[in-house]
């Protein structure tokens, strides 16, 4: 319940968060360089079960009267919805599969709604649970409905937009946002190319990072070549909030992943490049001496606290 409070909550503004949490009994403070997601965390972890659990459930009858579970997305990683034209949902779904590479679950209406399920409203809980768009712009889009009204919930709601050129300019509000263009190719050439370019726009759009931490960790550990550990390490690099146990995973990885183990990251053996990654993001712990030492303190001075 404490990941899924600060995952809706992240998607607020500072003072709505700040408002939402009063009105809960939970504490606040100055926003200082917290990401949202975090901030939340601090603020509701130590909450009693019953103040989190009246909380979780304003939060998840906000969202359409859904509970968790609704949507194809599971767990703390990345989650991206992708607009497209059926026509083209070969490209998209390589594209998904190829971006899954770097730990990030994309929603692609014709791969993941269960002909059982009433689509529109599994479409409806995938945008609402969303962190961020990705719109195909293939010829034909501006005559879609369905594409248009998916873009300005995405918008509405404020999540980052990335519109990728397939030989489409942007339109109406999309054309805010500097597209990527998307070179000819086939299909597989195409969704590679796709997949890293989305992989790249994620790791700089900052107010992604706190769940995209757990992604690339993920992909990291399941890393299956040297070419992929090599192409992921410096999106890794650009995001610095890690948790713990990301970090084990990557730890982990330099352990029993031979695609990092063995693998040179830009002249740096793969595990001493996981050791220096690691204890640069890991949090000293307040009381242990050599974690004091870490922030300018030794044995037999005065400590700075």
Known sequence: MIKECATLLDKEDWADIDLTLEQHGMPISSW?????????IQKIKDSSDADLGALHSFLTSESDNRGPGQTPFKGDRLRV?????????????????YLARYGVDAFVAHDDIEPSKEWQDVIEASLSDCDAMVVFLHEGLQQSRWCDQEVGWAMGRRRPLLPLNFGLQPYGFMGKWQSHAVPQGNTGAQAVMSADAIAQWLSNTTSLHARLSSSLAYGFRHSASWDFTRKIAPLMERVQAYSDDDLNLLEEAAKSNVDVSQCDIWGTAGPEWVRQFVAARRTPVADDPWAATAVGWSPGQEPPF
């Open 81 to 97: 919805f992708f607009s497209h034209l059926a026509a083209h949902r070969e490209l998209v779904g390589e594209t998904a599969r």
């Open 32 to 40: 200082g360089s917290d990401d949202k997601r975090s901030y939340v």
